[in-house]
């Protein structure tokens, strides 16, 4: 089980950070991935983390904006989001997979099969 927290409204440029807790599992163990839900559209992943070597696969638009971390002691995983902009809003979800990469995590992870999933936490960015 996955539980998320750290949604909030936030003004243009501001920052936030989502946590993702992992409960009955080590996260350390699995792929972790953010995705977003816009509204109208589908989730699409954003930013996610293979489980061995920590390498990160990232969405053109968050780049150089959004990193993704684990603190392995604490079973948690977190997005930090920095210089936020209205086209950021949405409901974000965190993901963990111990089948699959980084890369297909956030390619496919809405088609796969042995991802769970949190329950999302609402980002809106607006003044």
């Known amino acids: 089980q996955l539980v998320q927290s750290g949604g909030a409204l936030v003004q243009p440029g501001g920052s936030l950070t989502l946590v993702c807790a992992g409960s009955g599992g ?5 792929t ?3 995705f ?6 589908e989730r699409e992943g954003i930013l ?4 061995g070597d920590g390498e990160a696969h990232y969405l053109d638009s968050v780049k ?3 990193a993704i971390s684990r603190d392995d002691a604490k079973n948690t995983a977190y997005l930090q989001m920095n210089d936020l902009r209205p086209e950021d809003t949405g409901r974000y979800y965190c993901a963990a997979d111990s089948t699959t990469s980084a890369e297909a995590l956030c390619r496919e992870g809405p088609t796969l099969i042995f991802t769970i ?3 999302g936490t609402q980002v809106t960015v607006s003044s």
């Open 64 to 66: 150089g904006r959004f």
């Open 32 to 34: 972790i991935g953010w």
């Open 26 to 30: 080590r996260l350390a163990s699995r």
């Open 48 to 51: 996610c983390m293979n489980k």
């Open 117 to 119: 999933w949190g329950y």
């Open 36 to 41: 977003r839900e816009a509204p109208g559209k």
